[in-house]
């Protein structure tokens, strides 16, 4: 129920509307005077404001301006006689919803309130659905306690700010576009359009049309004007991913619409300004292919501006139980109807942890969903994880890595040490816990901590 406050300096027409506004299900409080209108949205939730604009002390336009400082989303209605149109007028440049005349029929006031309150749903109603995106692209999103991802919300935190092209670099399923929109949703363009673009998805004359637009009959087929994603992301964020297979003739576009900021399309002459941030990603190490021929070297550098190399997942092993437990309770939460708890077997988190991940977070994802599927009693056992996720060799033992002349004994010592500083740092250095991770006692971990000098 909407709650609506009406300021009038006459005593009988703040009653008469309260009754009025009553009898079509609003709630409504009364004000005669500015100030008293201001402690009242101080303290009370309202919904639309129905002002004089002729009172004592402060006038229905100067209460207009305040309340556009505390909150400029609320409608206001001005109440004006015929003498006042022009200060009616002056509101409505101020940001007033509308005015209307003393004295004015009940319907018509009820029919300027109904709308005004509809206009403010949808405004409330878009800054909920804003500010759900934004949560769900904060960095708080991007999981990870290890150095190289501290190092990337770094990165993100002062660049979301700035205008600059960004370059996202990593392997396929590290989540370079999860930090693209982590980007936009934290920059000051985040209530304008994000619009993705996968460069390895489209021939290379689809790719121009999609990017350029084109023009009414510009080739067989177009039948109608079509904008491009240049034009579409104006004023907000274009993301281009796997940048790294742009053809180079669009290589040679692109670098023109950066130093340029204007775009032509396709079968046309006009040039169009455009107004977009630039984020691109790549699965290459873009600096190999300038130097392999095969991307340009001044479009490179004008990407290149800010760029993030996001590590894959075999790299920051640390991360994987904040990992699991974040999917845990990301599919527990989707697929349930009650609040219920599923938890992960220290079995299953070594196996996840040693696993190789080529998929990188994206595979882990996948079989976290698929695992919180088909778990019985509520805990993912081994037997729950996928049989190529039980049955691989563990990342750490990858023997075509050993160096030649490394002998069986040094091996083994280097393997061991690594694998309890593994299980220390999984274990958030509980030793039980890590004991347990490693299927040993504690009294025999406290022994090879101090062999190896871990104890400190």
């Known amino acids: 129920m909407e709650n609506i406050l009406i300021v009038d300096d006459e005593k009988n027409y703040p009653m008469i509307i ?11 409080l009364t004000a005669s005077s500015g100030m008293e209108a201001l402690d009242i949205l101080n303290n009370e939730l309202v919904d639309l404001v129905l002002t004089d604009v002729n009172m004592p002390g402060m006038s229905g336009i100067q209460l207009l ?47 300027h309130i109904g709308k005004a309150i509809s206009v403010y ?58 930090v693209a929109k982590s980007i936009h949703y934290n920059s000051p363009r985040s209530n304008k359009p994000l619009v993705a673009v996968n460069c390895s998805a489209f021939a290379e004359t689809l790719l121009e049309s999609e990017l350029f637009g084109h023009e009414k009959g510009a080739f067989t087929g177009a039948n109608a004007l079509k904008k491009g994603r240049f034009e579409i992301s104006d004023k907000g964020t274009l993301f281009l991913d796997e940048i790294g297979e742009l053809p180079t003739s669009l290589q040679v576009k692109l670098l023109r619409v950066l130093q340029e900021k204007t775009i032509e399309r396709v079968g046309g002459t006009d040039s169009i300004p455009v107004d977009f941030r630039l ?3 790549t699965n290459k190490n873009l600096e190999d292919e300038v130097k392999n ?7 490179y550098y004008r990407l290149n501006v800010v760029k993030a190399v996001l590590p894959p997942l075999r790299e920051r092993p640390e991360d994987i ?32 942890c040693d696993y190789h991940w080529n998929g990188n977070v994206r595979e882990l994802e996948n079989i976290i969903e698929r695992s919180v599927i088909f778990c019985g009693d509520d805990k993912i056992n081994p037997s729950d994880l996928p049989e190529q996720v039980r049955q691989a060799i563990p990342s750490i033992l990858n023997l075509e890595g050993i160096p030649e002349g490394v002998g069986l004994a040094e091996t083994l010592v280097a393997v061991e040490k690594r694998m309890i500083q593994r299980a220390m740092k999984l274990s958030g250095n509980v030793q039980t816990k890590a004991a347990q991770l490693l299927g040993i006692g504690k009294s025999g971990l406290n022994q090879k901590l101090k062999k190896f000098n871990l104890d400190k």
């Open 121 to 178: 749903r949808i405004v409330q109603e878009n800054a909920l659905l804003r500010n759900a995106i934004s949560s769900r692209y904060s960095f708080d999103n991007i999981i990870g306690k290890s150095k190289p991802m501290q190092e990337i919300y770094e990165t993100i935190i002062k660049v979301a700010p700035s205008n600059a092209n960004f370059l996202i670099e990593g392997e396929s399923g590290t989540g370079k576009e999860l």
């Open 65 to 111: 301006e305040k309340i556009k400082g505390i909150n400029p989303d609320i409608p206001v209605i001005i109440m004006t006689a015929y003498g006042s149109v022009e200060k009616a007028v002056e509101a409505m440049h101020k940001g007033a919803y509308t005015f209307i005349l003393k004295p004015f029929e009940n319907q018509a006031l009820i029919a």
């Open 293 to 299: 021929g095969n991307f340009r070297e001044d479009l």
């Open 279 to 281: 984020i691109a990603a």
């Open 321 to 352: 139980p904040l990992l699991i437990q974040h999917f845990i309770d990301k599919y527990t939460f989707e697929q349930s109807s009650t609040e219920k708890t599923i938890e992960i077997a220290p079995e299953a988190v070594k196996i996840l």
């Open 18 to 28: 309260g009754e009025l506004l009553q009898e079509e299900g609003y709630t409504s």
